[in-house]
């Protein structure tokens, strides 16, 4: 019998059963295989994203489990990772306390030094990014090219200049004085962010909403300033953290008890002559970031979608 025979015959007894026959499937091992090694990299992404996260996370939650054991207790040999006689003894001293640099006053001075500097940046920002995308002057690329040059240079570079012009302009130890500083040292590089934005918003819905009946200015504060709120709030963040971690400069500008920002308020726990106190020095740390985490949480789905925009354009 040939194999053509054979064939036959194992075909005719497949319709003779009621049955078809079956081509021959490939071996599944091939398929095993990558789904063992889709499992293990997941794993492996997993316990990478832990570590990181713990690695993030633990750092804040050892300041905040320092601030609510006793100064003796910290300073013990002893490791605690728990605060087993917490209390918040630590926060109601560095409130009330006002043998050293007292809270209050210097958090109402970030607080007014801080949003002074995003309302005020924002605004000569906004105003800035708009005329150099929208608008074609003689100037314009000399214009980007000096911002870039100017955010390549440390603030550091800048603080005797910086004192000198204050001293001049008798602002020293005042409110005016660090605002203005905080707005010249902020305001390239939120030029520079926001530029991106209002790049991303195509010009054409402008002039479609100008074809309706809409004037120009109706058109931008109707159609593209909304779009652009998302750029807005995510360059407000970065503008509210500089202001608000800055040290440097607010050490050499507003010395003065009365005058000081949290940053430099907090430098008062440390005495080279005697023992910091370790747990309120955390205490005041924790206090100096609830603050921003509470700022972020507000505006943190603006900040994303902002951030999303700025990296597509439309």
């Not at 992404?45 to 207790?73: D, H, K």
């Not at 240079?153 to 008798?170: G, K």
Request: no cysteine; glycine share 6%; proline share 6%.
């Amino acid at each position: 019998m040939t194999a053509a025979d054979t064939r036959a015959a194992v075909t005719a007894g497949a319709h003779a059963h009621g049955t078809t026959a079956l081509p021959a499937t490939p071996s599944a091992a091939p398929a095993r295989r990558r789904s063992a090694r889709s499992v293990v990299a997941k794993v492996l992404l997993a316990a990478s994203a832990l570590v990181i996260f713990v690695m993030s996370v633990f750092p804040v939650y050892w300041m905040v489990n320092t601030s609510l054991q006793p100064n003796s207790q910290v300073r013990g040999s002893e490791v605690h990772f728990w605060p087993e006689n917490g209390s918040l003894q630590n926060y109601i001293d560095i409130i009330f306390n006002y043998e050293r640099a007292p809270f209050l006053p210097a958090l109402a001075n970030s607080l007014q030094i801080t949003l002074l500097t995003v309302l005020i940046t924002l605004v000569f920002a906004f105003l800035a990014a708009v005329a150099v995308t929208r608008f074609r002057f003689r100037s314009r690329v000399s214009f980007i090219i000096t911002i870039l040059i100017i955010q390549m240079i440390p603030a550091e570079a800048m603080i005797i200049s910086m004192f000198r012009v204050m001293d001049s302009w008798h602002l020293l130890n005042s409110i005016a004085g660090l605002t203005l500083v905080y707005v010249a040292t902020v305001l390239p590089f939120t030029i520079w962010t926001l530029r991106g934005f209002v790049d991303g918003v195509p010009a054409d819905l402008e002039e479609a909403a100008m074809i309706d009946g809409l004037s120009r200015t109706q058109a931008f504060w109707r159609i593209t300033f909304p779009l652009l709120a998302p750029g807005l709030v995510a360059t407000g963040v970065f503008g509210f953290i500089q202001a608000w971690n800055e040290f440097v400069f607010a050490l050499v500008i507003n010395p003065r008890p009365e005058a000081m920002t949290l940053p430099v308020w907090l430098r008062t726990f440390l005495d080279p002559n005697g023992g910091t106190d370790w747990a309120q020095l955390m205490a005041g740390s924790t206090l100096i970031a609830i603050p921003v985490v509470i700022f972020f949480l507000i505006v943190q789905n603006r900040m994303t979608s902002g951030m999303v925009s700025g990296a597509v354009k439309g």
